[in-house]
């Protein structure tokens, strides 16, 4: 059995996936469908900023994702017994934020090509354990979010979803409606341009220093 | 292909969602391979990243928005006053022939936002001539749409009630003015509405 780092990741994806417990949110769900404007609240407070971070995630705009936020909860009011209980209610949260975000806005551009990617091939870090280890020391969070900002809708989407949100692969393809393979694969490429993006930002912090701030 | 299968499964084994057996395999993978530890703590730094990223926000953004739209289910004095009318409100008004009389001079128009401020809370009788305002949406909803649902759809382009509804069933609806054409789409594509044309302004008061 591994022990050390392995098991203190498996026990940071367990803190962060449960905000409340399914037969919690079942209760407040069934007071909501008698108007119980105090359950609504529970709920909500208990929810909001989990999908307030996905939202702004995906329209980057912190009053756009309010609004949709709201459009959202009020959908929770509207329609308690639109949650079935076969997945975890987050995960329906999400699916409702998600289809909510895609009809206000539009999506944004599909990946920047990083012409520039390709000049690093030789200095840059490869797949190596040296090159891994140090990304993981170096990258701070602002370099990560600039990465991720770089990525099309589905690829930030899906980290998001994976490393954020702690989903399953089964459920992330719920949320994108698409197979799990696809999610596989658009994970491996969104942490590859990831990846790809820190390493620049190493590169670049360690010759001119141009993006001062952007990494430890 | 076991280094692939390794990379595919990584990600779930980090966020704690493997099943027993991929999980017992990625860890055997890992005992075997000690190399790929440092690829490990690169997803583990990257999922603490992104944590770290998470907006700042107090459990309440956005409760206050909800709420009043929420309370907007609740039926208001105009919606009360529609109803002794016989849903007068939101129906054309040549089926009521006691208000085709108040009709004859312009019409009454009722407001929807019972605490709404300014000139939107008072009675004002429609006509089609002087205009004194922006450009705003003339708007009619069908025979059978919820205020509730009236009130989401007006904060979904940032519009406001102006007046409404004449006689005719019409509401003028104030929205930013570089959004009148978005807002007029947004609007035309609602299950809930049923025209929408942009009017030159809302007449003024008598």
């Known amino acids: 059995m591994l022990q050390g780092a392995a098991l203190r990741y498996i026990d940071f994806a367990a803190t962060y996936r449960t905000a409340m417990d399914n037969d919690r949110v079942r209760e407040l769900l069934a007071r ?24 702004m995630n995906r329209v980057s705009d912190h009053g756009r994702a309010e609004e949709i936020l709201v459009d959202t909860m009020y959908e929770v009011w509207r329609r308690p017994g639109g949650y079935r209980g076969d997945a975890q209610f987050s995960t329906w949260l999400i699916g409702i934020a998600r289809n909510k975000a895609l009809m206000a806005y539009r999506s944004r551009r599909p990946d920047e090509t990083h012409d520039d990617l390709d000049d690093i091939a030789e200095t840059a870090p490869a797949d190596t354990p040296d090159g891994y280890a140090q990304l993981a020391q170096k990258q701070r969070a602002d370099g990560v979010q600039h990465c991720m900002g770089k990525l099309s809708d589905e690829h930030r989407e899906c980290l998001h979803l994976v490393f954020y949100e702690g989903l399953s692969v089964a459920e992330v393809a719920d949320v994108q409606h698409c197979p799990e393979g696809t999610v596989k694969t658009r994970l491996f490429h969104a942490r590859q341009k990831v990846k790809k993006c820190l390493e620049l930002l190493l590169q670049r912090e360690g010759g001119k220093g141009d993006l001062k701030g952007a990494l430890a | 292909m076991t280094q692939e299968r390794f990379e595919e499964l990584l990600p779930w084994y980090v966020n704690g969602t493997l099943e027993a057996e991929d999980r017992a395999w990625v860890e055997q993978y890992m005992k075997d391979h000690p190399e790929v530890r440092a690829e490990l703590e690169w997803f583990g730094s990257l999922q603490r990243r992104m944590h770290e990223n998470a907006p700042m926000v107090p459990a309440t953004i956005g409760l206050a928005r909800t709420m009043h739209l929420i309370r907007g289910d609740r039926p208001t004095i105009a919606e009360r006053i529609s109803a002794f009318f016989g849903g007068f409100a939101l129906r054309p008004a040549y089926a009521l ?34 205009v ?18 009236i009130r989401h759809l007006l904060m979904s382009v940032q519009g406001s009630v102006a007046g409404g509804p004449g006689q005719l069933g019409d509401y003028y609806i104030r929205v930013p003015g570089d959004q009148l054409d978005a807002a007029a789409s947004r609007l035309k594509a609602d299950p809930i509405v049923q025209a929408v044309a942009v009017a030159p302004g809302l007449p003024p008061r008598e």
């Open chain 2, 97 to 130: 022939a006691g208000v085709a009389a108040l009709a004859i001079q312009g019409g009454v128009i009722l407001n929807l936002l019972g605490d709404a401020k300014d000139d939107a809370s008072e009675i004002r009788t429609l006509r089609a001539s002087q």
């Open chain 2, 132 to 149: 004194t305002e922006a450009p705003m949406l003339k708007v009619n909803f069908a025979p059978d749409a919820k205020e509730a649902d």
């Open chain 1, 32 to 55: 909501i469908g008698r108007e119980d404007e105090a359950a609504f609240r529970e709920l909500y407070k208990a929810f909001s900023r989990k999908v307030f971070a996905y939202l």
